[in-house]
C-alpha cells in the first residue's frame, strides 16, 4: 500500500497519507530525528486492519516538513501548536493520536492540554517528556547555551545537514554520503538507539536530500540536535499525564528506552484508563518487519476492547 503525499497549513508541515480520505483518521507523529516514514509498514497494517486512514505528519525540522526560522528552537512543547493545526487543516475535531518515542512525548502533551481533541491516545516506547531534577537545571541551561554558541561546522552553509551523533561512515571531506547505504550505515552506527538496517532504511531515505555536489544530504535541521535550553521537573511531568482523560495503550518495549525513566511506573500510575503492555522489541518496534504484525495486534486488540467493535 502506497501513501500519499500531503502537504497541510500553507506548506508548513509535509505529511504521508495511507487509507481512503473518507475513512475515520488517526494522526501519527514520530520519534525525534526520525519523520513520517517511520510508520511506513505499521500504517498500511492498521488501514487494513481497522478499516482508518492514518496521516503521519513530518514534524517541523524533520523529514520533508521546512525548519524554523534563524534563532528558533524545537522544545517539545513548540510542537503542540503545529500537530494542532494540522487536525484543524485535515477537519479533525477529534482523533486517535498515535506516538512514538518523542512523537509519543507531543501526544502526550496536546492529550493533556486539549483534551477534547483527543479520543484515544497510542504511545510506542514513549510517554510525556523526559525530565531533569530541578538542581540540574542551570547545568542543563548551560550545556545548552554553549551548544548554540559554537560556530557551525564547515560545509554545512546553505544546506539541510541536521545529523546524528557519530555518522561519519562514508562522508568525504566535502561531507555527505556518496549512497544511500553509506546514510543507512551512518544511522546505525551513530544513533543514539539501536537500529539495524532494515529497520533505519525508511526513515533515513525520507530523511535525505541529493545535492548539485552528487551527495546525499541530511534534510533535518541541524539544531535538533542540540540540548533543550530546559526541561521539565518530574514534578511537572507527572502533572501533566495525570490531566489525561482519553483511554491510553502504552507498548513499551523490551529493548527501548522506557526502562531507563525513572518515573514511569509513577507516571502510569497517574493515567486513569492506561493500559501498558510489555512487547518484545527495539526502540523502533513499530517500524521492525518480524514486530509489526505483534504491534498492529495489540493496538487492534485494545481499540476493539474500548470501542465494542468486532472485526471479525
Known sequence: MRPRTLVLGDDRLAALSWGEEGAPTWVALHGWL???ATFSRLAPALVTALGIRLVALDLPGHGHSPHRGARADYPLWGYVPDVLDALDVLDLR????????????VATLIAAAATE????????????????????TVTQLQAALRARRRPPPPHSA?????????????????GGYASIDDAVAARVRGGVTRIDADTA????????????????????????VQPSLLR?????????????????????????????????????????????????GGHHLHL????????????????QSITGESLS
Open 232 to 280: 521539565w521537573s518530574p514534578a511537572q511531568m507527572l502533572a501533566t499525564v495525570a490531566a489525561i482523560r482519553a483511554p491510553v495503550l502504552l507498548l513499551q518495549a523490551t529493548g527501548g528506552v522506557l526502562n531507563e525513566r525513572p518515573y514511569l511506573g509513577e507516571a502510569c500510575r497517574r493515567i486513569d484508563r492506561l493500559e501498558r503492555r510489555i512487547v518484545s
Open 288 to 303: 521492525e518487519r518480524v514486530r509489526v504484525a505483534q504491534v498492529t495486534s495489540e493496538i487492534v486488540r485494545w481499540h
Open 34 to 36: 526520525d519523520n513520517a
Open 158 to 174: 546553505g544546506r539541510s545537514a541536521g545529523r546524528s551523533a557519530g555518522d561519519s561512515a562514508g562522508r568525504s571531506a566535502s
Open 117 to 136: 481533541r483527543v479520543d484515544r491516545l497510542v504511545l510506542i516506547d514513549g510517554l510525556a517528556s523526559t525530565t531533569s531534577e530541578p538542581d540540574e
Open 201 to 224: 532504511r525508511p526513515i533515513v531515505e525520507r530523511n535525505l536530500v541529493s545535492c548539485e555536489d552528487g551527495r546525499y544530504h541530511w534534510r533535518t535541521d541541524r539544531r535538533l
Open 94 to 105: 477529534a482523533t486517535t493520536l498515535v506516538g512514538h518515542s518523542m512523537g509519543a512525548g
